[in-house]
């Protein structure tokens, strides 16, 4: 279904989108911090280690899926983001509450529907990199599996 040139550009194309993204937050991790605050979801507690740890996530996920190693695991990692982050702007327009996304800045136009748009689209895009095999992987050239070491 999935031809493995169309995978290679989506992979490239969203792994890409969120290097770029943990770029911001890794850099500024306290402005990612406040951008995290004014969902008011997380607990306060949270809010810091969410800040820290997610651009980096982010970051080995994407460079991950551009390069082709353990894509299938960092698609999930990136589908589960996605998931994630799809809810959390969903419940946020729900509640009304008028904040920029922070996914790549933290001034930002704010929440839309379009954002939710966008990233369900990266959601769909990211399934067709997780259940289709995409070209020039460098997985199976780099890194054997363990059945392929132990035989």
């Known amino acids: 279904m999935g031809h493995p040139w169309v995978g290679l ?54 460079v991950l899926m551009v390069l082709g190693i353990r894509t299938k695991s960092a698609a999930a990692v990136v589908g589960g983001m996605l998931v994630l982050f799809s809810v959390v702007i969903l419940v946020t327009l729900l509640r009304g509450i008028p904040i920029g996304c922070g996914c790549f800045t933290s001034v930002e136009d704010p929440l839309g529907w379009g954002t939710l748009g966008r990233d369900l689209l990266w959601l769909a895009m990211t399934l067709q990199v997780y259940f289709f095999p995409s070209a020039l992987q460098l997985e199976g050239r780099v890194f054997k599996s363990l059945p392929e070491v132990e035989g």
């Open 9 to 62: 550009l989506l992979r490239v194309y969203v792994g890409g989108i969120f290097i770029y993204a943990s770029m911001y937050k890794i850099n500024f991790p306290s402005e990612f911090a406040e951008t995290i605050a004014s969902y008011q979801l997380l607990p306060f507690w949270a809010v810091n280690l969410t800040a820290l740890v997610m651009p980096w996530v982010e970051l080995v996920s994407g």
